[in-house]
């Protein structure tokens, strides 16, 4: 009697370490995903990544597994710099079918953000800035993608690209910042152009970039008198005059500039290279 007690205390206790074990079996994204916060609150990233990744293996349809895989992507953006492997997970998130739409948009954004700020792949981000307006964002988002559009294009030194899409903003979205903004980019592309590298100076003086420059900045000042843009067109104005050798124009607006203008270093160093062009075109 006592042997057979013994041996049904035996089968008992395999049945509970079996069961205990099944469990555990079933639970493991869940443990992982506990492990992985925890990383993550004490600041051991790379380890939280790990065990974000593995949940996402185990639970690659289910709902943990989409939020450990956007929790995963989003450690590597912020805290890691993994920049590739942040749009591959933020990529593979949003077209996941377990993906919140909040945060699906969310991913998007994220990815936009990666390729324009953070690696400054500016080609990149045309083709996902353009992907995300074809999906008709609001009206506010759609703005600021247009003006990355052309940013982009800028930074590229495409600044026919560029113009043209400020332009379209400017139209697009007329009494809002992005506006504004849009003019004072404009005349600022139409500038950078007359320093590009292969231009030569005499082209530009003659009527070229500098001229367009310096009617887009007069624009803006008429248009915005109380922009937020207002003391940057001013400045460029006077450098507008000073490559247009209109010497004195120039003098007297970075003179009028003291004491408004950020860099107040900068409008004393013009004021005294302009003082000594002045000085040798008199000798």
């Given at each position: 009697m006592r042997f057979l007690r013994s041996n049904l205390a035996e089968c008992v206790l395999i049945?509970?370490?079996?069961?205990t074990a099944s469990a555990c079996t079933a639970n493991h994204p869940?443990?992982?995903?506990?492990?992985?916060?925890?990383?993550?609150n004490d600041g051991n990233y790379i380890s939280a990544v790990t065990e974000f990744d593995k949940v996402?293996?185990?639970?690659?349809?289910?709902?943990?597994?989409?939020?450990?895989?956007?929790?995963?992507?989003?450690?590597?953006?912020?805290?890691?710099?993994?920049y590739s492997e942040a749009v591959k997970k933020f990529s593979a998130y949003s077209t996941s079918a377990q993906a919140d739409p909040v945060l699906a948009w969310e991913a998007q954004k994220q990815i936009g953000d990666i390729y324009f700020v953070k690696t400054e792949q500016y080609d990149q981000a045309i083709q996902h800035y353009?992907?995300?307006?074809?999906?008709?964002?609001?009206?506010?988002?759609?703005?600021?993608?247009?003006?990355?559009?052309?940013?982009?294009?800028?930074?590229?030194?495409?600044?026919?690209?560029?113009?043209?899409?400020?332009?379209?903003?400017?139209?697009?979205?007329?009494?809002?910042?992005?506006?504004?903004?849009a003019l004072y980019e404009i005349a600022l592309t139409h500038y950078t152009r007359g320093d590009q590298k292969g231009e030569s100076a005499t082209a530009s003086r003659s009527g070229g970039a500098y001229h367009e420059a310096l009617s887009a900045y007069e624009t803006y000042l008429k248009?915005?008198?109380?922009?937020?843009?207002?003391?940057?067109?001013?400045?460029?104005?006077?450098?507008?005059?000073?490559?247009?050798?209109?010497?004195?124009?120039?003098?007297?607006?970075?003179?009028?500039?003291?004491?408004?203008?950020?860099?107040?270093?900068v409008i004393l160093i013009k004021l005294a290279r302009i003082k000594e062009r002045l000085h040798q075109k008199k000798r």
């Amino acid at each position: 009697m006592r042997f057979l007690r013994s041996n049904l205390a035996e089968c008992v206790l395999i049945l509970v370490v079996l069961f205990t074990a099944s469990a555990c079996t079933a639970n493991h994204p869940k443990r992982h995903y506990v492990l992985a916060e925890k990383f993550w609150n004490d600041g051991n990233y790379i380890s939280a990544v790990t065990e974000f990744d593995k949940v996402v293996q185990k639970d690659p349809k289910g709902k943990l597994g989409s939020q450990a895989l956007y929790r995963s992507a989003h450690t590597e953006v912020m805290f890691l710099n993994r920049y590739s492997e942040a749009v591959k997970k933020f990529s593979a998130y949003s077209t996941s079918a377990q993906a919140d739409p909040v945060l699906a948009w969310e991913a998007q954004k994220q990815i936009g953000d990666i390729y324009f700020v953070k690696t400054e792949q500016y080609d990149q981000a045309i083709q996902h800035y353009q992907g995300l307006l074809r999906l008709k964002p609001a009206p506010e988002e759609a703005a600021e993608y247009a003006y990355k559009i052309a940013k982009s294009h800028f930074y590229l030194w495409q600044f026919d690209e560029a113009l043209l899409c400020y332009k379209q903003l400017y139209q697009g979205y007329p009494g809002t910042p992005w506006a504004e903004k849009a003019l004072y980019e404009i005349a600022l592309t139409h500038y950078t152009r007359g320093d590009q590298k292969g231009e030569s100076a005499t082209a530009s003086r003659s009527g070229g970039a500098y001229h367009e420059a310096l009617s887009a900045y007069e624009t803006y000042l008429k248009t915005y008198p109380h922009g937020t843009f207002f003391v940057q067109a001013q400045f460029g104005v006077a450098s507008c005059y000073e490559e247009l050798e209109r010497l004195d124009d120039a003098y007297r607006d970075y003179e009028a500039l003291k004491g408004t203008y950020p860099a107040p270093k900068v409008i004393l160093i013009k004021l005294a290279r302009i003082k000594e062009r002045l000085h040798q075109k008199k000798r």
